[in-house]
């Protein structure tokens, strides 16, 4: 018995913002045979749990709560009878754009693509991966799991909460449990900054008197069967724990929000090369991976603060898509970013096209008054001053078309000057 | 109160080969479990081995149930459709003195009657496993060790026992035995069943089930063993099992794949007094980390995506006590490593026990050995995936992404014996949960099906048995815990 | 020349940016923000400092058991979040609801309605 193999244009692995932002620039620039495939049961991803606001101020320019921001492009995606798959798994991308999918109306079937957009989105590093000592009762929670639970289940993790690691999902649920009668003893963020936006330190911590311990770290949790309490401890510079500050908290529920890792099986699978620092695909400013017809857009690519940027990159995968499928190809030559470490990580990793680009980059720690600079050899083609940039806000730059133009063909490298 | 002919006590390994062993005869069996699911002690926190037999003293029990266990381990795994590997296992040495301790080791093995052992050199066990330390000089080579799943095959021989007539209790934590009318009353609390024999399998506690009796000789020492489990991308690191030379306090820190495919290293040796205290602690897995870096350089630790903790139950006799100190009464305790590898053959030895005190073995007719596999599905081709989801659409709908398991796995094993009653029970079962997200995705999934099986509220569903609740209740107008 | 009465530094919430602003009240009553990059973060500056207001994002129940998302369709003072917790606590939607539809209008008086941020159709 064969299976079943149909033929698409374009098929876009993931209904989240990455997804449907995807879908609808590759539908806007004339792609009219393409399909977005989502695991779940509805379109929007995890868009539907992020119920709190903040959402499309640079898109849309309005403050909306996560499944609004979804619903607006669902509408465009039903406006333009764009085709979609729920309850829709993925199990295989080859390198010559063959997936292999399943659901339960359709059984096992391959589909064909001219192109593929990777929008599969990211997951929470868990518990397992930060190694803390200890037993492992009921009351461990990642974030999102908790919120989840609490936005979709309407069900209570825990009444008395500490949370390990402070980023914005961490924060935000700080906020969600307070608000739904839960006591937040803590959040504790090992390194010495917050991993998450300012606005959410403010509206979820400081407006609730919820107090964050910088440096500090979980070193021990207790309780059988269920969490009946964690130690935590202040870090040394090595991020060692100090043991004369280690403190007993008692609570029920422990909340990590330790990172986000993308989540690239499928991505493995097609063969596609990866960053070892974003843990996602290297692409070029199309968003192309170095397989040719593979793009990647959004968290599965690099995780990002904020979803109107997700959009915004997923449009140009969209596009991309679009026009390699109008038969464009790619340019022999590849000019490639080498970040100075104060610069982890840029997005693209490469240049494959003489036109402007917006470069996306994270630095490794909160710097102050720096210079961003851009050098093609000895030439220094762009400069820019900051005041301040921080690891967990997203940075950009814009290299404009005849600067691009101006390149050697040498790599670039990309970095800071700090002047404390 | 109910009688039995033979009323097993603890559901590891030891009880439920035991059970199964027993449920092939004409018998009335009761297997007691004071957990809510079965495969709760140390069978279920363990290093996952087969082992050859060659560091066992020649002459002890240990030796003898070894050997024979690991000869019939493939054929029971086989039948209860467990994942078995014949993987080798490879004991390394760092220096010429550790080659007296391979030689000593060699000679040992070749009295237990191991097959194939062979001493090589450092060269040619990097050939075999090319992630060896350089500094490794000498190797003893075992390619009779193998590696088994220690919970499914747990599980497994309990159900399958189950399947056979075997009545499962769980929850019955035995607080009183007392010898009467040619056997035993054997009680939890208000609950009593009485058999006419019973055998102790209760793993750290079978010193204190003994006692009950008035049938303890020995002390059982619970020795801690933590573990790191990498991600399956660490998992190919080594192919072999890769040991240390032993000493004292065991066979020391091992290297190995799962049959899984994913990488774990471990054990510790601490002996604690505490039955029941099964945490991780931060010099432990330290010290995992660090010999296991000695033999295999590398090894990713940021691939760790669970380390836990397991309880060895050390006999005061240094082997395994298999007696039967007062009539009807018999103990299987200090099944320490080779446990596990033992299994079957301690459950054929005990049978033989019983026969020789007379219970007579009359073979059912009906008995059926073999046991669908959980992952029967996983190991299909696409084009068969196909064929079963078109008959059963809960098929096509993956609850675990990380490991792929579909509803209709989560919903078989949540209707086969022993049903799972948690979502512990359910990752044991189908690994739904037991992949690098560790249950992120899955959880609310796995707790709303188990909640539609049982009948319970979403809100009601545990982690791991009685007391480890997930939610303590509603947001809005519900209940309040 | 006024004097400066009350100052304070704030991070502004209103979008992700999270600029640093410093505000400053006089004895006039005239209050200078400074730092911020729009407008709109000169009007959080200013309310932060008077009267501080906050959207309300929460859950309400549905008559299937089902959770429905829902916000304030302005920000409210911000001593009054938990008190609209407990009034949306006490909502049952029992009839089809679409995206901004109101289910509490003018909440506590607070001149803010409650809007759905998800539908719910009756089984």
Redesign the interface.
């Known amino acids: 018995m064969k299976l079943k193999t149909i033929s698409k244009d374009l098929v876009i692995i993931g209904g989240g913002p990455a997804g449907m932002s995807a879908a609808v620039a590759a539908y806007d620039a004339g792609v009219r045979d393409l399909l977005i495939l989502e695991r779940d049961s509805s379109l929007g991803g995890i868009l539907q749990q992020c119920?709190?606001?903040?959402f499309g101020?640079?898109r849309f320019g309005e403050?909306?709560?996560g499944?609004?921001y979804a619903?607006r492009y669902e509408v465009m995606v039903h406006e333009r009878n764009i085709d979609y798959k729920l309850n829709t798994m993925v199990m295989d991308v080859s390198p010559d754009k063959v997936i292999t999918a399943t659901n339960s109306e359709e059984g096992m079937f391959y589909i064909r693509a001219k192109a593929v957009i990777l929008a599969m989105g990211c997951r929470e590093r868990p518990r397992g991966a930060l190694n803390t000592p200890g037993t492992r009762p009921a009351g461990i929670f990642t974030a999102g799991t908790a919120q989840k639970l609490?936005?979709?289940?309407?069900c209570m993790p825990g009444r008395n909460v500490v949370i390990l690691g402070s980023g914005d999902i961490g924060l935000i649920m700080a906020r969600r449990m307070t608000?739904?009668g839960a006591k937040v003893h803590a959040v504790c963020e090992l390194m010495p900054y917050s991993g998450g936006?300012?606005?959410n330190?403010?509206?979820c911590l400081h407006?609730f008197d919820i107090p964050l311990y910088l440096s500090t770290t979980v070193v021990g949790i207790k309780g059988r069967d269920r969490l009946e309490s964690v130690t935590i401890a202040s870090v040394d510079e090595k991020r060692k724990p100090i043991a004369s500050t280690m403190r007993e908290i008692p609570c029920d529920t422990l909340l990590l929000s330790v990172g986000l890792i993308p989540e690239n099986e499928l991505t493995k699978s097609a063969s596609v090369p990866l960053d070892r620092v974003t843990s996602g695909a290297v692409v070029d400013q199309d968003r192309m991976t170095m397989v040719d017809g593979i793009f990647a857009c959004g968290n599965v690519l690099h995780v990002h603060?904020?979803v109107d940027f997700v959009s915004e990159e997923s449009a140009i995968a969209g596009r991309a898509a679009a026009a390699y499928i109008g038969g464009r190809t790619r340019g022999s030559e590849a000019i490639t970013f080498v970040p100075d470490g104060k610069v982890r990580y840029t997005v693209p990793q490469k240049i494959t096209t003489r036109d402007e680009v917006n470069v996306f980059f994270r630095v490794a720690n909160i710097y102050r008054n720096v210079r961003i600079f851009v050098r093609d050899g000895d030439r220094e083609i762009y400069s820019a001053k900051k005041l301040k940039v921080a690891p967990g806000?997203m940075e950009s730059i814009k290299l404009k078309k005849e600067v691009v133009e101006s390149l050697s063909g040498q790599p670039l490298s990309i970095g800071l000057e700090v002047s404390e | 109160m109910k009688n039995y002919d033979v009323a097993v006590i603890g559901a590891g390994v030891v009880g439920g080969m035991i059970s199964r062993a027993l449920s092939r005869y004409d018998l009335k069996t009761v297997l007691l479990e004071r957990r809510d699911d079965v495969c709760m002690g140390a069978s279920r926190a363990n290093s996952a081995i087969v082992h050859a037999g060659f560091d066992c003293e020649p002459g002890t029990m240990k030796a003898l149930l070894n050997v024979r266990g690991s000869e019939m381990m493939e054929q029971v795994a086989g039948e209860l459709g467990v994942p078995y590997v014949r993987n080798t296992s490879i004991v390394v040495g760092f220096s010429d003195e550790d080659r007296g301790k391979l030689e000593y080791l060699l000679e040992k093995g070749r009295k237990n009657g191991v097959r194939d052992l062979s001493i090589i050199t450092g060269d040619r066990a990097r050939e075999l496993e090319p992630k060896l330390s350089p500094n490794v000089k000498w190797a003893l080579l075992a390619p009779t060790g193998a590696i088994v799943c220690p919970y499914e095959l747990t599980i497994a021989a309990v159900g399958n026992a189950m399947d056979n007539g075997v009545e499962l209790r769980t929850g019955f934590e035995v607080s009183a035995i007392e010898h009467k009318d040619g056997g035993y009353v054997v009680s939890s609390g208000e609950d009593s069943v009485f058999a006419k024999y019973v055998i102790n399998c209760a793993g750290v506690y079978s010193d204190k089930i003994a006692a009950m009796a008035g049938a303890c000789d020995f002390t059982i020492t619970p020795r801690r063993g933590e573990y790191m489990l990498l991600d399956k991308e660490s998992g190919g690191m080594v192919k072999a099992t890769i040991f240390r030379t032993p000493t004292a306090m065991g066979k020391g820190i091992l290297v190995t794949r799962t049959v899984d495919g994913n990488l774990l290293m471990g054990p510790t040796a601490v002996n604690i007094e505490d039955k029941e205290d099964v945490s991780t602690t931060e010099e432990g897995l330290e010290s995992v980390r660090m010999q296991a870096d000695d033999m295999v350089p590398g090894i990713p630790v940021r691939q760790v995506i669970t380390s836990f903790c397991g309880l060895r139950s050390v006999g005061s006799t240094h082997d395994f006590i298999i007696n039967q100190k007062k009539p009807g009464f018999i103990n299987c305790a200090g099944i320490e490593s080779p446990g596990l590898s033992s299994a079957p053959a301690i459950a054929e030895y005990v049978v033989d026990m019983l026969e020789g005190s007379g219970l007579a073995l009359k073979e059912k007719k009906d008995y059926n050995p073999t046991r669908r596999p959980f992952n029967w599905f996983k190991n299909l081709t696409p084009e068969e995936k196909d064929d079963v989801i078109r008959k059963e659409p809960a098929y096509g709908r993956i609850v675990c992404r990380c490991e792929s398991v579909t509803e209709g796995e989560i919903r078989n094993a949540l209707a086969m014996n022993p049903q799972p009653h948690d979502v512990d029970g359910v990752k044991r079962r189908t690994r739904a949960g037991m992949g690098r997200c560790q249950g992120g995705f899955c959880s609310p999934v796995v707790i709303g099906l188990l909640a539609q099986q049982m009948g319970i509220p979403f809100e009601d569903v545990t982690k791991s048995g009685k007391g480890s609740y997930i939610m303590v209740g509603r947001?809005?107008?519900g209940r309040k815990k | 020349m006024s004097k400066i009465v009350k100052e304070k530094d704030?991070?502004?919430?209103?979008?992700?940016r999270?600029c640093?602003l410093h505000v400053t009240v006089a004895d006039d009553g005239e209050i200078t923000v400074t730092g911020q990059t729009c407008a709109r973060g000169k009007k959080y500056g200013e309310t932060e400092l008077t009267h501080p207001t906050?959207?309300?994002?929460?859950?309400?129940?549905t008559a299937d058991?089902?959770?429905l998302?829902?916000?304030t369709s302005a920000p409210i003072p911000?001593e009054m979040?938990?008190a609209c917790?407990d009034r949306l606590?006490?909502v049952?939607v029992d009839h089809d609801v679409d995206?901004g539809d109101v289910i509490i209008p003018n909440i506590l008086d607070t001149g803010a309605d409650l809007i759905a941020?998800?539908a719910w159709k009756r089984a």
């Not at chain 3, 906050?54 to 129940?61: A, C, G, K, Q, Y």
């Open positions: 119920i709190h606001n903040g101020l640079h403050e909306l709560s499944p609004e619903h609490v936005n979709m289940k309407g608000l739904e936006l300012a606005r330190i403010e509206q407006d603060d904020l806000e | 947001t809005k107008g | 704030l991070t502004c919430i209103i979008c992700p999270g640093q906050r959207t309300l994002t929460s859950t309400v129940l058991g089902s959770m998302s829902v916000r911000k979040l938990f917790m606590n006490l049952v995206f941020t998800g």
